[in-house]
């Protein structure tokens, strides 16, 4: 019998991880590992320097990959990887800093950090990885929950309208929205790879399974069955009005890039204010200066 | 290392004590606070604000106190020295970060101008009541260090020391000022960049193959890198060995908190600070910190004219607190009085290290204003006579 141990090949995306670190936690069928794996593909291909590379999450079950991640990578508190972030983007503007995270991690205990990171247009990329619930306390109701899915605190079907959150995105003024699931992988590691070269706040949303909670308690099948459905009922649809990407129980998924814009960040605008107010007595933040340069 | 002499505003000024604790934050070396604004605290980050952009650094005023507590530590790990400011409602929210910067040993700096609570309280009237929150606020078991600043100069000098004591020690400093103290204005002198000492982050030298970020020296604190630098390090608020990676276990856990506890503990002599007047052959010893430092002095003058031997302790450092001293002075003598704007917070810890060798007294005040100087007299009087 082969044993692939007797070839000298290893999984190119092996270099990003934390091999020391697997096996991972994650439950067989979920789909964060699918969406982690898009990611080291889009780092194998992005220009990015990865050694200039920060990921952040915060707590959850995809609050767990950043510690899977060769790279800086921080586990932070629960809601709060989008401000630590900005501290660390604001304070090293050299770094490129990705916050994956979760639905529940992002817009419920984190939703304020969301919409005002992507207001001031922190220079970040946002991975959120949406399972629909909160899967490491046992499966409760989230802020992206569909109407009419069993969760263990709404046992009799959720009734909270959920989060549209392109459209939460898009308004706040993201300069890049996409939305995937873990069944499009060719199309997610080129949207990441996409938005790492963007400049600004910008947000994938990446559906994916729970086959543990989610799926379980809904009697919707295994993993697979999750990834039927989204090859299923998934409606490709570039460039749509971010009002008509609403999610419902097992309904269609609205997939494609919806916003792709340039706005000034933070730090752009901080700059060219202080330059306007001060003149040549400011020294613009954040831009290295030739005679600096090692 | 000496200030770097573009934060430093050298020269005799006549400051509030806010202002004060900003300079001495730029003296510092401080590039990055993050703050929201709560009165009476708001001067410090008004002042920090203006002065930033020529200095060169960021202000940012983040959508509340939990992201501020948590943007300094996200630019600690981008290499900048940084701090929060807040009062009252705002520390309370600040908690969890606390607990966040103790486990992941972030240097940070949190500013905590009192004002009275519980909850909105009184706006923007003074009070110590978070001394105890500062200590034990966060879940689970830490070590902080908290200064006490009692005048505008010292709002400038000991902002300095709690972000040289945060780099050496690797936890957050809580740097306890009061409304009264935070809103004074005094002279305060600012010293020549290379009179003040500055003490670096502890980088290390070694190699991304050689380096554990949890790994502590001989002195328990172990060293840092950057975001940036190549290690590829990975920082957790989960339970965590040397390398930094989640380890869930008993053991772990053991080895993980007694040191966060012990690198405070077993250097408690070093960290330690207080000022004592007349200690020696003292009856009553009064023991007090910020404003209530001041306020106490015409009461122990006019106790003193009594023939009353009256001695003072004064907390600079009020965590960790001056255990060794105050079970000292216990057998010598006959009673503490500790007056605070509080129902009773550093005066449990007066009574747990006096062990009953002394009387301990509380002069506690609801806050709002500051005490009379008659009711601690009286209570100076009543100890006496004990």
Aim: include cysteine; aromatic fraction near 8%.
């Amino acid at each position: 019998m082969l044993n692939i141990e007797q070839f000298d090949i290893d999984n190119p995306v092996n270099q990003f991880l934390r091999k020391d670190r697997l096996p991972h936690i994650w439950c067989p069928g979920c789909g964060i590992g699918t969406t982690v794996n898009c990611f080291a593909r889009a780092l194998l291909e992005t220009d990015t320097d990865l050694r200039k590379t920060a990921i952040v999450s915060g707590i959850g079950c995809t609050g767990r990959v950043a510690g899977y991640m060769k790279l800086d990578s921080f586990h932070t508190t629960h809601g709060r990887p989008i401000p630590f972030a900005t501290g660390l983007k604001l304070a090293n503007p050299e770094l490129k800093v990705i916050v994956y995270s979760g639905d529940g991690d992002l817009l419920a205990i984190g939703g304020n950090h969301f919409i005002h990171a992507a207001r001031r247009n922190i220079d970040i990329l946002v991975v959120l990885v949406n399972n629909f619930t909160y899967g490491m306390t046992g499966g409760q109701v989230g802020p992206t929950t569909p109407i009419g899915a069993v969760q263990t605190t709404m046992p009799f079907g959720n009734f909270e309208a959920p989060f549209n959150i392109p459209y939460l995105a898009d308004s706040c003024g993201a300069v890049y929205v996409a939305r995937w699931t873990a069944y499009h992988v060719k199309q997610l590691a080129k949207a990441m790879k996409e938005a790492l070269a963007k400049k600004g706040f910008s947000l994938i949303e990446v559906l994916a399974p729970c086959p543990t909670l989610y799926s379980r308690r809904n009697r919707l099948g295994d993993g697979i069955d999750q990834m039927k459905y989204y090859k299923e009922k998934s409606v490709v649809k570039h460039g749509v009005d971010t009002k008509e990407t609403n999610l419902s129980f097992q309904g269609e998924i609205v997939v494609g890039k919806f916003v792709d814009r340039e706005r000034s960040t933070f730090l752009d605008n901080m700059n060219e204010h202080y330059q306007k107010v001060f003149g040549e007595k400011y020294k613009p933040y954040g831009v290295r200066h030739e005679q600096e340069r090692d | 290392m000496k200030a770097d002499k573009k934060g430093v505003l050298t020269g005799i000024h006549f400051l509030d004590g806010d202002h004060a604790c900003c300079e001495g934050a730029l003296a510092a070396g401080c590039r990055f606070v993050a703050g929201y604004p709560t009165p009476p605290s708001t001067e410090v980050v008004e002042r920090f604000a203006s002065r930033i952009p020529l200095v060169g650094g960021i202000f940012i005023q983040m959508e509340d106190e939990i992201a501020s507590s948590i943007a300094i530590q996200g630019a600690v790990w981008a290499g900048a020295k940084a701090m929060t400011v807040t009062s009252g409602p705002g520390l309370s929210l600040m908690m969890e970060h606390i607990g966040l910067a103790a486990i992941t040993e972030c240097p940070i700096v949190i500013v905590d101008v009192q004002r009275a609570g519980p909850s909105t309280g009184l706006p923007t009237m003074p009070a110590q009541g978070d001394m105890m929150q500062a200590k034990w606020g966060s879940h689970g078991d830490y070590e902080v260090i908290a200064l006490s600043p009692n005048s505008p100069q010292e709002c400038f000098d000991l902002a300095i020391d709690a972000f040289n004591l945060a780099e050496q020690y690797r936890v957050p400093v809580l740097f306890m000022m009061d409304e009264c103290v935070g809103h004074m204005t005094e002279r305060v002198v600012i010293p020549e960049p290379e009179e003040i000492n500055i003490t670096e982050r502890k980088w290390t030298k070694k190699t991304p193959e050689e380096f554990l970020p949890f790994q502590p020296g001989e002195d328990m604190i172990p060293e840092m890198i950057k975001a940036g630098d190549g290690y590829a390090i990975h920082v957790t608020g989960l339970t965590h060995n040397e390398k930094g990676y989640p380890l869930m276990t008993p053991a772990a856990q053991e080895k993980l908190v007694k040191r966060l506890i012990d690198k405070i503990k077993l250097n408690a002599d070093k960290i330690v600070r207080y000022e004592e007047d007349s200690v020696d052959g003292a009856e009553v010893v009064v023991v007090s910190y910020g404003i209530t430092s001041r306020v106490t002095l015409p009461a122990i003058e006019k106790a003193r004219k009594e023939g009353v031997k009256v001695g003072h302790l004064r907390l600079i450092v009020a965590w960790p607190f001056p255990e060794k001293r105050i079970s000292e002075l216990a057998g010598k003598i006959k009673a503490f009085v500790v007056p605070e704007i509080n129902y009773g917070q550093m005066v449990l810890e007066v009574e747990r290290c006096a062990g009953g060798k002394a009387g301990v007294h509380l002069v506690p005040h609801g806050g709002g204003t500051v005490h009379n100087p008659d009711v601690i007299y009286k209570k100076i009087m009543e100890a006496a006579r004990c």
